[in-house]
């Protein structure tokens, strides 16, 4: 590992691309803490902690901006603007025919769904900002220490969070296009491990029992990470034989191999999609604070038996839904057969492209329920027993996190071997 690590350090490509991923987390990072104009910093931190401590919707969105919301800093919004936006795009691709036929054309099909993308942003970002600040006011706060008119007041708080989740969005593409990683996963790693000092701190005060739970924890974390590394890591290979050609004087083909499908493909996308959806609601809801319904229902999606049996029904929704986008049968077995290519027992064409999907159908299901099991259970154990840790840094947190770290390193194993150098892993 540390080897891997010293490797990637001697390609001046590759850690020019890992200094740069460092240098935005950590842009980002300042960012979250630096706070808002007017912002009486203070009083807005002992109104939050009141506030989450009520409602478990503002406890998540706070999670998941990494602690940004409480401070009322310039990055309060956080990536959900942009997550938000891409979950509506690729979801209108499969109904709107001109968006699914603008993904097809490639390169500048793809650069235009990321424009649109970008802008729907703005206009996501627009709306929380607005309902972020009904929200501060309804805990009596007022950002009237910068002297001007109430009016003139509101509209350099909402642009401020505009401006900042734009900013989010621009640092998170640079990651993906000239750093290491993708930059939205990246962000979220960040916001989630910058809550575990606190989650840890919070966990051992709870009581006297604090500290043996606290250990009780961790122990089971860290023995389900490597459980979810065999998930992650696990995949069915189909066998694929290659016919014999005669080309000139040569015989090509003829050799065996097989077609590896991952039982997890659809990685950690599920599990983001499937929360930027559960906790929509809650960011609306900041728009009408003294609603009691709202509230109830914004918090009945965030929290308990209903949130953990859409959070199970939309992740499994997301796992074919993102699957399907990602690895396209038809396509696959067009390939094979062009290449001289078959499965044994399958005939060419459309039963190969059919026994992929039956195939792909099929141990789709069993990776999308252990995620979504991963994500649930620690919830469950979390209204039972209140213990912070679990929240902060419950199953889905540790699925994200795993999930990103995995990827990370896999482009980074990639591109030592192009440079001919060992990876992490022997």
């Known amino acids: 590992m540390l080897k891997g690590i010293a ?50 919707a503002i406890a998540v969105l706070n999670l998941f901006s990494g602690g940004a919301l409480s401070r009322v800093s310039v990055f309060s919004l956080g990536i959900m603007p942009y997550i938000t936006a891409q979950i509506i795009l690729q979801m209108m691709q499969a109904v709107i025919p001109s968006l699914g036929e603008l993904a097809k054309e490639g390169e500048s099909g793809q650069r235009k769904i990321t424009q649109y993308t970008r802008y729907l942003t703005i206009v996501l970002a627009l709306i929380n900002a607005i309902g972020y600040l009904f929200l501060f006011k309804s805990y009596g706060i007022n950002f009237s220490q910068m002297g001007f008119p109430e009016a003139i007041e509101d509209i350099i708080i909402v642009g401020v969070l505009v401006t900042g989740a734009i900013i989010i969005m621009w ?46 924890t961790l122990l089971v974390i ?27 004087r040569k015989v ?47 918090n009945a999606l965030s929290s308990g038996w209903v949130n953990w049996i859409l959070s199970v029904v939309l992740i499994v929704f997301f796992a074919y839904f993102y699957t399907a986008m990602v690895f396209n049968p038809e396509e696959t077995s067009d ?28 141990i789709t299901l069993p990776g999308a329920l252990f995620m979504a099991a991963i994500a649930v259970v620690p919830s469950i154990l979390f209204a039972l027993t209140g213990n912070s840790l679990l929240q902060a840094f419950g199953g889905t947190s540790v699925l994200i996190m795993v999930g990103v770290a995995m990827d990370t390193i896999s482009q980074l194993e990639s ?9 992490f892993f022997k």
Do not use: C
Request: proline fraction near 7%.
């Open 7 to 56: 490797n990637a350090f001697r390609i001046p490509e590759l850690r020019n691309k890992i200094l740069v991923s460092i240098a935005i987390l950590a842009l980002y990072r300042f960012g979250a803490y630096l706070p808002a104009p007017g912002v009486p910093f203070a009083r807005m931190l002992e109104a939050f902690s009141a506030a989450s401590a009520s409602s478990g």
């Open 415 to 423: 591109q030592l071997k192009m440079h001919n150098y060992e990876g």
């Open 335 to 362: 390939q094979l057969r062009k290449s001289g290519g078959f499965i044994p027992g399958v005939r060419p064409g459309g039963p190969t492209a059919a026994y992929i999907k039956g195939v792909l159908d099929h």
């Open 222 to 248: 860290f023995a389900i990470i490597p459980v979810i590394v065999y998930i992650e890591r696990g995949q069915r290979r189909i066998p694929v034989q290659y016919a014999k050609r005669v080309v000139g």
């Open 171 to 216: 640092l998170g593409e640079v990651i993906t296009q000239r750093g290491v990683g993708n930059g939205m996963s990246l962000i979220i790693f960040a916001n989630i491990m910058a809550g575990l000092p606190s989650a840890l701190i919070s966990s051992v005060n709870t009581s006297s029992a604090g500290t043996i739970m606290t250990a009780l």
């Open 252 to 298: 090509m083909g003829g050799q065996s191999t097989y077609l590896p499908i991952k039982v997890n493909t659809a990685g950690v996308v599920p599990i983001i999609f499937a929360s930027a959806i559960l906790y929509l609601p809650a960011q609306l809801a900041v728009f009408f604070p003294n609603v009691g319904w709202i509230q109830a229902f914004a």
